[in-house]
């Protein structure tokens, strides 16, 4: 089995920074893919940003600028550090892991459990 947790959203005013985290842990064999994305209320969950092994980066062009994602490998921990935050970055935001959990098994998604992110003055 495989646990991810979030940890780090909260209440921030308008051009204000958040630093998301999630942590994977349990049977890991090696994890390539780890991501972040969003859900607003009434709206589509929607990628926020990917980082692969190899430090491919992919961004949404509304966060282009503002959001950087990083990983700690050691770890198996992924970041979002959040800037200049704006009202429309109000969201939960839910941290995906794709981990092969030996060397024979196949790869399988795990999400967390989401974190609240709500920006407003």
Do not use: H
């Amino acid at each position: 089995q495989v646990q991810v947790v979030e940890s780090g959203g909260g209440l921030v005013q308008p051009g204000g920074s958040l630093r998301l985290s999630c942590a994977a842990s349990g049977s890991i064999f090696s994890i390539n893919f780890m991501g972040w994305y969003r859900q607003a209320p009434g709206k589509q969950r929607e990628l926020v940003a990917t980082s692969t092994s190899g430090s491919s980066t992919i961004y949404a062009d509304s966060v282009k600028g503002r959001f950087t994602i990083s990983r700690d490998n050691a770890k198996n921990t992924v970041y979002l550090q959040m800037n200049s935050l704006k009202p429309e970055d109000t969201a939960v935001y839910y941290c995906r892991t794709d981990v092969r959990s030996s060397v024979r098994s196949a790869v399988y998604a795990y999400w967390g459990q989401g974190t609240q992110v709500t920006v407003s003055s």
